[in-house]
T-cell receptor
Framework: GAVVSQHPSRVICKSGTSVKIECRSL??????MFWYRQFPKQSLMLMAT?????????EQGVEKDKFLINHASLTLSTLTVTSAHPEDSSFYIC?????????????FGSGTRLTVV | GNSVTQMEGPVTLSEEAFLTINCTYT??????LFWYVQYPGEGLQLLLK?????DKGSNKGFEATYRKETTSFHLEKGSVQVSDSAVYFC?????????????FGSGTRLSIRP
């Protein structure tokens, strides 16, 4: 159980366009989901905490207008990279765990590799 | 604040060698501790976890024991295989809420020679 599906796995877009990444919990509900960014050969950097039915909480230094997060249901969170530029190219990963399960491990999506050209 | 420090890589071992990847943490209260593994081009997979002091997490021959006295959660495996080549992340989350964010160490790249 506890599967997280992330889509798309890879996307190439032109500079100035917007890209939406979806994160779905397939067999559990998640009030909270997390979005991470990973640069090559580096660790995961938490970008924001996505909260169902309310505004996301962004980490310091992350532009909320650049990275729009919507968590409209208990099984879906989306991250939209707006007006993408080459420096936004990165590996984006979401994660979640079942609501109320404080001792359950976090499940991660398979990641989205974004390349902005 | 909470933080995780883990052994810097890369670590290169021969097949069947003994593996230790050190991980120490700083946290208030009683965090849950995790080891995640990331294979090339993929997301993270939970390898093992421990939620309280002296708990031992184990999976696929890997083990780690939650040591509160030394604030450590070192990953060990008695005999590594080529298929264990990956990046390993130690992580923690503050206890008490499913909304607690997870904090990662810097990752340790492991390469196993046949």
């Amino acid at each position: 159980g506890a599967v997280v599906s992330q889509h798309p796995s890879r996307v190439i877009c032109k500079s100035g366009t917007s890209v939406k990444i979806e994160c779905r919990s397939l067999d559990f509900q998640a009030t909270t989901m997390f979005w991470y960014r990973q640069f090559p050969k580096q660790s995961l950097m938490l970008m924001a905490t996505s909260n169902e039915g309310s505004k996301a909480t962004y980490e310091q230094g992350v532009e909320k207008d650049k990275f729009l997060i919507n968590h409209a249901s208990l099984t879906l969170s989306t991250l939209t990279v707006t007006s993408a530029h080459p420096e936004d190219s990165s590996f984006y990963i979401c994660s979640a765990r079942p609501t109320g399960e404080v001792n359950y491990g976090y499940t991660f999506g398979s990641g989205t590799r974004l390349t902005v050209v | 604040g909470n933080s995780v420090t883990q052994m810097e890589g890369p670590v290169t071992l021969s097949e069947e060698a003994f593996l230790t990847i050190n991980c120490t943490y700083t946290a208030t209260g009683y965090p849950s501790l995790f080891w995640y593994v990331q294979y090339p081009g993929e997301g993270l997979q939970l390898l093992l976890k421990a939620t309280k002091a002296d708990d031992k997490g184990s999976n696929k021959g890997f083990e780690a024991t939650y040591r509160k006295e030394t604030t450590s959660f070192h990953l060990e495996k008695g005999s590594v295989q080529v298929s264990d080549s990956a990046v390993y992340f130690c992580a923690l989350s503050a206890s008490g809420s499913s909304a607690s964010k997870i904090i990662f160490g810097s990752g340790t790249r492991l390469s196993i020679r046949p």
